[in-house]
């Protein structure tokens, strides 16, 4: 079975330059989220779409960043202009319908390192 | 409100057990989670507890829950150099969003 797909991998801006990352969750997955990795710390959850609603994004920086769930499949999580303090490891993670029902392991991306300069 | 701390480096020699510490807050988790995430990797399931249990074992990993005290720990036995990494605790509070703790650098010394 395919894992979460993350791209690009990496990604080097100037601040105030725009970048966008993109997630393609595992087949059938419901559920996707996008969480922030600052080095050092754990992931915060930025934003979580069921399908191709959005569920929480009470944590998201909405002034900068934006993300859409287009057809409840692909996800793509924007950042205009980036900040210095936007550098950090973007993670997409997807789990499958019935999650509160099993055991709600998340499924994660190996992430999008992005450094602002 | 949600937090979860972990304390952040743990050291130990190879053979030894490994014992990380976790506490979390939100006591309606139905689960409480390991992640270990390896360096330059996504984070990975290493086990899950349910909340009504107080012991789960699953080869050399051992999970304790302290429900009452809202205290979460994982045993590692026969720690491996192979074990280095870092181990997030995680609770699910209500909604299917995870909880990540800052997480907890192992290092195993040959």
């Known amino acids: 079975e395919a894992g979460v797909a993350q791209s690009p991998r990496y990604k080097i801006i100037e601040k105030r330059q725009s970048v966008a990352f993109w997630c393609n969750p595992i087949?059938?997955?419901?559920?996707l989220y996008w969480y922030q990795q600052i080095l050092g710390q754990g992931p915060k959850l930025l934003i979580q779409f069921q399908n191709n609603g959005v569920v929480d994004d009470s944590q998201l920086p909405k002034d900068r960043f934006s993300a859409e769930r287009l057809k409840g499949v692909d996800s793509t999580l924007k950042i205009q202009p980036a900040k210095l303090e936007d550098s950090a490891v973007y993670l997409c993670?997807?789990?499958?319908?019935?999650?509160?029902?099993?055991?709600?392991?998340?499924?994660f991306g190996e992430g999008s390192r992005l450094t602002v300069l | 409100g949600e937090d979860v701390e972990q304390s952040l480096f743990l050291s130990v020699r190879e053979g030894d057990s490994s014992v990380i510490n976790c506490t979390y807050t939100?006591?309606?988790?139905?689960?409480l989670y390991w992640y270990k995430q390896e360096p330059g990797a996504g984070l990975q399931l290493l086990t899950y507890?349910?909340?009504?249990?107080d012991m789960k074992q699953d080869q050399r990993l051992t999970v304790l829950l302290n429900k009452k005290d809202k205290h979460l720990s994982l045993r590692i036995a026969d720690t491996q150099t192979g074990d280095s990494a870092i181990y997030f605790c995680a609770e699910s509070p209500l909604g299917g969003k995870l909880i990540f703790g800052q997480g907890t650098e192992l290092s195993v010394k040959p």
């Open positions: 507890i349910f909340s009504n249990m």
């Open positions: 993670a997807s789990s499958p319908p019935g999650r509160e029902v099993g055991t709600g392991e998340l499924f």
């Open positions: 939100d006591s309606s988790s139905t689960y």
């Open positions: 087949s059938g997955h419901a559920t």
